[in-house]
């Protein structure tokens, strides 16, 4: 069964501060990777994309890693904002399938 | 235009009620999707459409009924829902059903049923 798993569940951190958020994934046979960020009552947006090939991505302060021999991945914000508190989910996809498996998200909270 | 929009972005109905929930697309995609999302929930998939055709549906109710008029337009036609059918509904849209391409989401509609 295809599966993604996210830890940490939950994130608290004080702005301007670094983070590292994992993701770790069963998918099979693996066709892309993606980080969503999204807003409480808002539609998810696109963060980083990553197929087989790729073992990293940047979007601004957002720099995603994917390592496909372990099926991991990590999302790092880096110098973090007010504006970065939201939940951020990983989802993958597998190869044929038009169905992508979406992680249960990690929620951050940065403080002020 | 990189921008999925949908109306209403709220929506309160009663269990007799009938209404439709709208997305629009101008970026030439030709896959657009319904999702479904709980409270602190990841969204669930409940149909797809492929170059106007449905081509999935996961055994989604028959109260949700899909259409999909042109390329650029997905309904969602409700029908004697349920109060757990209150969610977040979230549509989104591929430049094909290639799953490789990035779907983008929709601001989504807060459905409640009473």
């Known amino acids: 069964k295809n599966q993604v798993e996210q830890s940490p569940q939950s994130l608290i951190i004080l702005e301007g501060k670094n983070c590292t958020l994992q993701c770790n994934y069963t998918v099979s046979p693996f066709s892309n990777l993606r980080w969503y960020k999204q807003d409480t009552g808002r539609g998810p947006v696109s963060l980083t994309i990553?197929?087989?090939?790729?073992n990293t991505k940047s979007n601004g302060r957002y720099t995603a890693t994917l390592d496909a021999d372990t099926k991991q991945s990590s999302l790092h914000i880096t110098a973090s904002q007010l504006s970065d508190s939201a939940s951020y989910i990983c989802?993958?996809?597998?190869?044929?399938?038009?169905?992508?498996?979406f992680g249960r998200g990690t929620s951050l909270i940065v403080h002020p | 235009d990189t921008e999925v929009t949908q109306t209403p972005k709220h929506l309160v109905m009663g269990m007799t009620n009938k209404k439709s929930l709208k997305c629009e697309q101008h970026?030439?995609?030709?896959?657009m999707y319904w999702y479904k999302q709980k409270a602190k929930k990841p969204p669930e998939l409940m149909f797809v459409?492929?170059?106007?055709?449905?081509?999935i549906n996961e055994s989604v109710p028959s109260r949700f009924s899909p259409e999909c008029p042109n390329s650029s337009l997905l309904n969602l036609h409700l029908h004697a829902l349920q109060p757990e059918d209150s969610a977040l509904y979230l549509c989104a849209s591929s430049h094909r059903d290639n799953l490789k391409e990035t779907q983008y989401f929709g601001p989504g509609t807060r459905l409640l049923v009473l």
């Open positions: 989802v993958v996809s597998a190869g044929g399938s038009y169905i992508p498996t």
């Open positions: 990553m197929t087989f090939s790729e």
């Open positions: 970026m030439g995609h030709r896959a």
């Open positions: 459409y492929s170059y106007e055709k449905l081509s």
